[in-house]
C-alpha cells in the first residue's frame, strides 16, 4: 500500500493526503442505509399531492391488511401524544405528520412501517387520504395582500406575515440617497434551490424499551444539537438518546434541520420497540426537506458621480414557504444578512427583511452559506455591477475605488459587523493579474466588434463565517460554541473528538494537522473522531463555514493546555526549571541548549509511568471554544463568458478565483472545496431552481428536472490565494467551504450581463438557462 | 433462471465469485447488491438513473446503472462492484488515483465514479480532457467539481498503460 507523505516539522498548511479516503476508495464507508439491525423495520411515507386541502378521512385498513406492515401513523396520531407539532430553529413550529390539513404538495400525511422497504412502500400506496382543496398561494408578494387567505389557522396573528427585521438607519440612509450624485436600483432574485447532497436524508431509530436508551443513526451535520432537541420533544432524558452519525455523504445544510421522518422514526421505533429505518428517496429529499434562498431582493445604492458609494438601501421579501422552518441562530430571522454590504466602505446603510408563509415547502436553510451570506453577497456584487455601468465605469476600478481600506480594520461596517482582516485590493490586484484582465478586455473590444457575445464579471465578495460569539449566537438557545477533547496516548499517538460532523471536508485529515502542528506529533498517529454523542464533546455541528474557526480553534486550544502540562513534566524529565525550556522545533529544549530536549513522545510516556511527584497522570485535555468574533473570508473571482446568439448557450471561457481564506491548514483539501462550490455556484448560475406551478405543483422532483452539473457542463476552474489570517483565531484561520458558492454566482451573472449589456440588457434574474437567454437575445433583436 | 410465484433464483458471478440468490422478481439490482450479498460499496443516490452512485461493471467492460437493472436480468452474468476493483492493501491504480489527487471528499459518488472510469479506460486507455468528462457525464459528484477526477483520471491512465510503473505515485 502506498503510504501518504509523512510532512516532517511543519504539518500545517502540508498537502497532506487525506487519511479518510482508503475507507472510501474502496467501498467500505459506512454510511446510514448501510447499516442494518436485527429485527429492523422499513418506514414509507404518505405523500400529500395537494398543496393546499384540508384532510377529511384517512383510511389504512388496506395498508394493515397487507402481512408484514405492522403500523401506520397519522398526525392525529402523533398529535395524541403531544408530538403533531414540533418546534423549528426558526422559533416557528411545524407539523410532524399533517394535521388537519395540509400546507405544501409533497407534505408528510402518514407513516407506514413494514418488514422490508418494498413492502413499505406498496403499504403506503393502499392508504387511502379524502382532501378538500383549499386555495393555493405560491407568490409571497400574493401571500402578503390583505385579503389573502390566511395558511397559517393554527397562528395566533391572522395574515401570512412571518416576520419583519431592520437594521441600520433607516432615515439617515434615506436622507443621504436623496442627496447622492447617482442612484440606481436593481431587483434581484435568489431563486429557491436545494441543496441535493448526493446521500438523501435518513435514520434508523432504535429504542430499547429494556435500556430505555434511544440510539439514533441519523444523517445529521449537528448530533448534539439534535439529541437536545429529540429530548426536549420528546421528552427522553438526554443522557438515554445516542446519536450516532455515520459517514455522510454530503450535507451543504441539507442535514441541519430535524425533519418529519426522523421524529416519525423515532415514535414508530417507540411504540413497536424494534429499530425503524427510513431512507428518503431523491423526490423525497428534493420535495420535503428544506429549500434554501428565495428571497426577492430590491437595492438602492447611492454613489457619488465618480463613484465612491455612500448609501445602500435594500428591501427583501422571503418566501419561507408553510413553517418558517429557516436554521438560523435565534437572534438572526434573516440570518447574517447584514453582510449585504460587502466589502465596500458605506458611510450608511438600511436593510429590511419581511418574510411570509406560502403553500410550498418550509425551509430558509443555509445551503453552503452562513446564513443568508449568499443572498447578501450576490445583490451587492450584482448592484455594484449596475452602478458601474450607470457610470460607464469598469467594475474592476468601481470595486477598487471602494474598498474597505487595509488600515480600516477591525472595521466597523455600517450594518454592525466588525470585520476581522482582509487586504481586498491586493486580493483583487492578484486576481486582475494572473487574469490578464486588461488584455482579456481588449481581446473582448476585438470580438465584441467582430459580432461576438463575450463578457467578463467579478466578484468581489466578503463572507462572515464562525458562528459565533455566545452573547450573539444561539440556536433554539444552545450557545454556538464548539469543542475538542485531545487524549495523548503513552506511545505518543492520540485521538480527537469535536463536537463537529463533517462531511465531506476532511477533519480526519485537517483536525490531525492542527494537533500534529500544536504537539508535534505525527499526524498520521492521530484519530480524529466525529458524530457521536456518547463519546464526543458538545458541539453544534458542521455547517456555515463554521468547523474551523470554532471547533477547529477549539482544537488548537486543547492542544495548548496539554502542552502546558507537557512543559512541565518536560521540566522534571530534563531536571531543569520550567521557565528554562523553551517550544522549539516541536520539541521542549532548554534554552540555548538544542541537544538537551525531550519530545512530545518521550514527555506522553512520562505521563503515564514518569511522573513529577503529586502530578495528575495522564495527558488529555478538553476545551471549549468561545469566539470572540466571526472571521471575515473574502475573494475576488473573474468569470469570462461567450454566448452563442443561436441558443442562447453560455460557455464558460475561464474562471479564476482567488480566495483569501487566512491561514490554511492543508491546500489541497482548501483547493477541493473551492472547486466544489464554484460547482455548485455555476449550477446556481445556470440550471437550478425549484418551480412550483400556480397549483402548488413542485416542478423540480428529481435529478432530471433539478439539475446537476455533470462534468461534462462543469467549467474548469482555476485557483489562488492571498493569505491574510484572522487575528483573533488561534491559528489564523477563518474557514472556506462556503466562500465559493457565495461568491462565485455574481461572478457568473456579471460576466453574461456584460456580454449582454451592448443589448442595453441590465438584468436578469437566475438561472440563466439558454431558454432565458435565448428570448432575451430575441426580444432585443438578435435573431441568428 | 427458476421462477416460484414471485421469487427467482439468481446466478451472478460477483467479484470472481459464484454466486446463487433466492429474490423477488423486481428487486433491483443494487438493493440486490447491497442488501443481500452486502455490497455497500454500491450507492443509491436517485430514483431515475441520473446520479450513478450504483454503477457496476458488468461482464468486464459495460458500466451499467444497477438501479435501473432487476436482479434477475444479470442471471449468469459477471458483474464488479468496487469490492473487487481493489483493497486498502492493494489499491487498484484507479482507487490510488483518486486518493492522491483528491477526487473524493464525501465518497458517496467514489466508488461508482472509479467503475466508470475503469469501463472509460477500458474503452479508451489514453482519454483527452474532453473525452474523460464526457465519458464520465453518467455520474454526478455534488462535492469535487469534477477538476480532481479529471486529474485522477489521467494519472490511473498513465499506470494501467504502463503497469511496471510504481503504484505509488509523487505528484
Ligand atoms: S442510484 Fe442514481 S443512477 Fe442509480
Ligand atoms: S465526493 Fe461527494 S458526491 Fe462526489
Redesign the pocket.
Known sequence: MAIAEEPTGHVMGHAMKRKEDPRFITGQGRYLDDIVLPRMLYMAIVHSPYAHARIKSIDASAALQLPGVHLVLTGADLDQMGLGWMPTMAGDREMTLAVGKVLYQYQEVAVVLAESRALAEDAAQLVEVEYEPLPVIVDPFESMKPDAPVLREDREQKDNHVFHWEVGDRTATEQLLRSCDVVVRQKVRFQRIHPAPLEPCGCIADFNKATGRLTLYMTSQAPHAHRTVFSMVTGIPEQNIHIISPDVGGGFGNKVPIYPGYVAAIVASLKLGRPVKWVET?TENLTETAFARDYHMEAELGATKDGVVQALKVKTIADHGAFDAAADPSKFPAGLFSICTGSYDFPNAFAEVDAFYTNKTPGGIAYRCSFRVTEASYLIERTMDVLADELGMDPAELRLKNFVPPEKFPYHSALGWTYDSGRYAETLKKALERFDYTKRRQEQDERRRKGELVGIGLSTFTEVVGAGPSQTFDIMGIKMFDSAEIRVHPTGSAIVRAGTRHQGQGHETTWAQIVGEELGLDPQNILVEEGDTDTAPYGLGTYASRSTPTAGAAIAMAARRIREKAQKIAAYLLEVSEEDLEWRDQKFQVRGVPSKAVTMQEIAFAAYTNLPEGMEPGLEATYYYDPPNLTFPNGAYLCQVSIDKGTGEVKVEKFLAVDDCGNVINPMIVEGQIHGGLTEGFAIAFMQEIVYDEDGNHLATN?SDYLVPTAWEAPDWETDRTVTPSPHHPIGAKGVGESPNVGSPAAFVNAVIDALSPLGIRHIDMPLTREKIWRALREHGIEE | MAVSSTQVSVHVKINGQEITKECEVRTLL?YFLREQLGLTGV?????????????VLLDGKTAI????VFAPQVDGHELLTVEGLGEADHLHPIQQAFWDCHALQCGYCTP?MELAVLALLQRNPNPTDEEIRFGLS?N?CRCTGYKNIVKAVHQAAEIMNHPSTSQSVTL
Open positions: 431523491r435529478f | 443494487a450507492h443509491v443516490g436517485c430514483d431515475t438513473t441520473s446520479c450513478g452512485a450504483c454503477t446503472k444497477s438501479c435501473t461508482g453518467g454526478l
